[in-house]
């Protein structure tokens, strides 16, 4: 088993790859008229997808997905304005289960995710 150290090195790897390709999916599929980046501090952990552009006269910037590592080594999904299943992803992506909280939901419904708690 991987250390604490390790673990937090591999999954902000995993997070950034991640966010890098959503951004590059996004930005192919809205053709130009927005912009969706990664904002990855790895110093503190946290990794973000923004979207930032015009819709006719109206300017937005907007984070689509937030993301921390916490000391231990859990991911905290922080914000999900989006449509995607982000732990089932992660998982995928060869994060484990228990390693996920989601955490803009209260700590007493986060065991009914059935991911981490904390």
Request: with cysteine; glycine share 10%; aromatic share 10%.
């Amino acid at each position: 088993m991987e250390n604490v150290t390790e673990k937090i090195t591999n999954y902000s790897q995993i997070l950034t790859t991640y966010l890098e390709a959503l951004a590059n999916e996004r930005n192919t599929a809205l053709g130009g008229t927005n912009d969706c980046n990664v904002v990855a501090d790895t110093k503190n952990h946290h990794y973000q997808l923004t979207r930032i552009g015009w819709e006719g006269r109206k300017y937005y910037f907007a984070v689509l997905l937030h993301f921390s590592i916490k000391p231990d080594g859990k991911i905290w999904i922080q914000q999900n304005n989006t449509e995607i299943l982000v732990g089932g992803e992660l998982e995928q992506r060869g994060v484990e289960k228990m390693d996920i909280v989601v955490g803009f939901r209260p700590a007493y419904l986060r065991e009914m995710t059935g991911y981490g708690v904390a």
